[in-house]
C-alpha cells in the first residue's frame, strides 16, 4: 500500500473533569522521527506512545499533541477540615494578643495553602483513556496517508504509461531514422565525389548503426517501469525504492539523449526527463 507521508488527524474524547485533545501531523522525512508534547501529569506515558509509533509508521517527521482541558465547573471541591481547624486556632492566638482584634475573614482561610484540595482525576484511568484515543488518532493519520498515497499512485501510473508509450515510439521511429541517416551519409559522399571504398562505407554505416543504437536503453527503461508497477503494490514502506528506481530511469533517458541522432528521439528524451522528474518529487513524499 503506498502511503504518503503528510497527513494531520484528531480526535477529542472528554472524561470526568475535562476533554482530551490528541493532534497528529506529519510531513516528508527521509526518517522516522517524532516529537511528543504532552502535559506533565501525562508524561510518563511517553514510552508506550514511541512504541506505538515504530510500530505503525516507518518514516515521516510527525509531532504529536496531547492537550489536556479542564472543566472548572465539573471539578468539586474538598475542605482539609484538620487543616482548616489548626489555621483557625492559630488566627485566634495571635488576635487575642492584639489590643484590637479584628474579624477572622474565612476566606483568608480558605486561601492558606493546602486548605482547598481539588479533586483529581484518576491517573491511571486518565492514561488508558489517553492510549486509548492516540490509538484512533494515529489510526486516523495512516488512513489520511494512504488516501494521499493512494493519488500519488494514479498520478505516477499515469506517467509510467506515458512513459512506455514514449518507448513504444521511439522503437518505431528507429529503423526508420537508422535508414534515413543510412541514405543522408550516402547523399554527402556522393557530393563530395568521394572515392571512398564500398567495404570503408559500409564499415562507417555499421558504426553509426551501432552508435545510434538505443535498443538497450529501451528494454531497461520499460523494466524500470515494470519494477516501478510492483514495487508500488508492495505493502511494505517503499518510498526508498522508488526513489532508487527514479534514478535508474533518469539514466537511461540521459543515455537515450546523448545517442540521439534526430530531432524526433531528443524531443522524447526530454519528455521522459520532465516526467521521471514529476514522478520523482511526488515520490518524495511517500513513505
Not at 501529569?41 to 492537550?67: F, M, N, P, W
Not at 488516501?147 to 512506455?164: H, P
Not at 528507429?174 to 564500398?198: F, G, H, T, Y
Not at 526530454?270 to 511526488?282: C, N, T, W
Request: charged share 30%; net charge negative; aromatic share 2%.
Amino acid at each position: 500500500m503506498t502511503r504518503s507521508m503528510t497527513a494531520f488527524a484528531r480526535q477529542e474524547q472528554q472524561y470526568e473533569g475535562g476533554t482530551l485533545i490528541w493532534e497528529i501531523r506529519s510531513v516528508n522525512h527521509r526518517y522516522l522521527e517524532y516529537q511528543l508534547r504532552l502535559p506533565e501529569s501525562l508524561r510518563h506515558i511517553e514510552t508506550a506512545l514511541r512504541d506505538r509509533l515504530r510500530k505503525q509508521l516507518s518514516r515521516g517527521k510527525v509531532e504529536c499533541t496531547l492537550k489536556l482541558s479542564t472543566e472548572q465547573k465539573q471539578q468539586s471541591l474538598e475542605v482539609d477540615s484538620v487543616l482548616a481547624a489548626e489555621v483557625i486556632r492559630a488566627a485566634e492566638k495571635i488576635s487575642a494578643l492584639l489590643p484590637q482584634p479584628g474579624t477572622l475573614d474565612i476566606m483568608e482561610v480558605l486561601r492558606w495553602p493546602g486548605v482547598m484540595k481539588e479533586t483529581q482525576p484518576d491517573t491511571e484511568q486518565l492514561s488508558e483513556t489517553a492510549l486509548v484515543l492516540f490509538d484512533k488518532t494515529l489510526q486516523d493519520l495512516i488512513a489520511g496517508r494512504e488516501r494521499e498515497g493512494s493519488e500519488l499512485q494514479q498520478m505516477i501510473r499515469q506517467r509510467l504509461d506515458m512513459i512506455s508509450q514514449i518507448v513504444s515510439e521511439v522503437r518505431q521511429l528507429m529503423p526508420e531514422i537508422l535508414k534515413n541517416q543510412a541514405q543522408v551519409l550516402r547523399n554527402r559522399l556522393a557530393e563530395l565525389k568521394s572515392d571512398l571504398d564500398p567495404a570503408r562505407l559500409e564499415q562507417e554505416l555499421v558504426l553509426l548503426a551501432q552508435k545510434a543504437d538505443v535498443a538497450e536503453e529501451l528494454d531497461r527503461l520499460e523494466t524500470h517501469v515494470q519494477e516501478v508497477g510492483r514495487v508500488m503494490k508492495d505493502k511494505a514502506s517503499v518510498g526508498r525504492r522508488l526513489d532508487f528506481l527514479m534514478q535508474e530511469l533518469n539514466r537511461e533517458a540521459n543515455t537515450l539523449s546523448s545517442k540521439s541522432i534526430v530531432v524526433a528521439t531528443t524531443q522524447r528524451a526530454v519528455e521522459l526527463k520532465v516526467l521521471i522528474e514529476q514522478m520523482r518529487e511526488q515520490i518524495q513524499n511517500i513513505e
